[in-house]
């Protein structure tokens, strides 16, 4: 375990914080609603379909109540019109009370199933459910202080979105979804006083993380017909 002790002074962030988690909690509800009024298209996702884009991502640490943003890229490729899966790369910065930070280097993959039986771009909005795995380097500290080295970790996570085809060969994707550590896992600690300490933890842990991400991606290959 590493551990590190400073004092600090807390910031009363609290309220967006509680805010924020609503405002992101409400949204697959809302893409939910919408997917039940959306109209069929002839957009359907077809298997051996290939495609790359972008990606922006907000992340919640609830035990250090830590809210950050990030951006990355994947590379999506389809399986049949009713499971995709999604290979995404991202550079996450985190900060919370007591002045304290969090960087996450970020890789990983997931599998996409359509809860409409016609599959993905078949309606305008398509819910889906999703799982998978991705591997973290995490760097935690306090302004001013010191902080851990890159700490390596493992995690799996599961979720839903809804997926949009806006063209053809355009997906809109919002996802939400919870990351649970299997590995070793750093995080900060601290009391009402400010007094702040980084601890790396090894084992599996049921606290980890919700990441809501938001992306697009292109697609323009089909590698194998059937």
């Known amino acids: 375990m590493i551990q590190q002790m400073h004092h600090l002074t807390r910031k009363p962030s609290a309220v967006k914080r509680k805010l924020v988690w609503k405002v992101i909690l409400l949204l697959p509800l809302f893409a939910l609603l919408l997917s039940t009024t959306g109209q069929a298209q002839g957009r359907k996702l077809e298997a051996g379909q290939f495609g790359l884009g972008m990606r922006n991502a ?29 290979w995404f790369a991202d550079v ?11 960087k996450d280097y970020h890789i990983g993959w997931g599998v996409q199933f359509a809860l409409a039986k016609e599959g993905f771009g078949s309606h305008m909005f398509v819910p889906y459910i999703m799982a998978g795995q991705c591997f973290d380097l995490t760097r935690v500290g306090v302004r001013g202080g010191e902080e851990t080295p890159l700490i390596f970790s493992a995690a799996v996570q599961g979720g839903a979105g809804v997926s949009s085809f806006v063209h053809k060969a355009v997906e809109l994707n919002l996802q939400l979804q919870y990351m649970m550590h ?22 599996a842990s049921a606290s980890g993380h919700l990441l809501g991400t938001f992306s697009f991606t292109v697609y323009f290959l089909r590698l194998w017909n059937r």
């Not at 910065?93 to 002045?99: A, K, N, P, R, Y």
């Not at 995080?187 to 009402?192: A, F, P, R, V």
């Open 58 to 86: 907000m992340n919640f640490w609830g035990e250090n109540d830590m809210l950050g943003f990030g951006a990355g890229g994947q590379f999506k490729l389809a399986f049949s019109p009713r499971v995709n899966t999604d």
């Open 182 to 203: 299997l590995t070793q896992h750093v995080h900060l600690e601290m009391d009402d006083h400010g007094h702040t300490h980084t601890e790396v933890e090894k084992g």
């Open 92 to 102: 996450i910065s985190s900060s919370g009370e007591f002045d304290s930070y969090r």
